[in-house]
């Protein structure tokens, strides 16, 4: 994630570890959104999600969201 000092810009983590966004996709944001809370709320409306992957936290635009396996985000001990 890279922080500006207007608002913030979330980016895409995926699809995963190794391999960069095909696309190098950024939350769109509203002008009025300041913090990432609310630019992920602006991502959502868009088809991003976040979900945990390895112990961490990661944004994943539409793309990578429907590219990762099903079952990839849940919690391994
Ligand atoms: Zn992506």
Known sequence: MTVHSLGVKVSCDGPDDETDCPQSAAIRASFTSLTATQVRADGRRDG??????EGRLVDLCPDCKSASPP???RERL
């Open 71 to 73: 079952g990839d985000d």
């Open 48 to 53: 991003w999600v976040r979900r945990r992957h």
